[in-house]
Nanobody
Framework: QVQVVESGGGLVQAGGSLRLSCATS?????MGWFRQAPGKEREFVAS????????FYADSVKGRFTISTNSAKNTMYLQMNSLKPEDTGVYYC??????????????????WGRGTQVTVSS
């Protein structure tokens, strides 16, 4: 069983930056971030193989967000720059312990955090 805990959300003005962190209790193969805006379904944001050699992004965040891992700290990060009001939502960290699977489909990730709120004001 893997536990993941997010931190780093908050309120920021449009154009600003935030960094989200996700600490994991066990060994994982891949991790990712999904977000859910009010009244909308949860959507893929970014994912990464734990080795760091493969990263994946939603088109809406490419060039603005960067996902990374720190093996020594068992932590994944999401650096979010040039934030827009449409980035507002609850951001969920997720992890997968098994090899393979989709990097975009939430059904292929088995471990989820409780979420952290990100609010971008215009």
């Amino acid at each position: 069983q893997v536990q993941v805990v997010e931190s780093g959300g908050g309120l920021v003005q449009a154009g600003g930056s935030l960094r989200l962190s996700c600490a994991t209790s066990g060994r994982t193969f891949a991790m990712g971030w999904f977000r859910q805006a009010p009244g909308k379904e949860r959507e893929f944001v970014a994912s990464i193989r734990w080795s760091g050699d493969s990263t994946f992004y939603a088109d809406s965040v490419k060039g603005r967000f960067t996902i990374s891992t720190n093996s020594a700290k068992n932590t994944m990060y999401l650096q979010m720059n040039s934030l827009k009001p449409e980035d507002t939502g609850v951001y969920y960290c997720t992890a997968r312990a098994r090899w393979g699977g989709s990097y975009y489909d939430e059904s292929d990730f088995g471990f989820w955090g409780r979420g952290t709120q990100v609010t971008v004001s215009s």
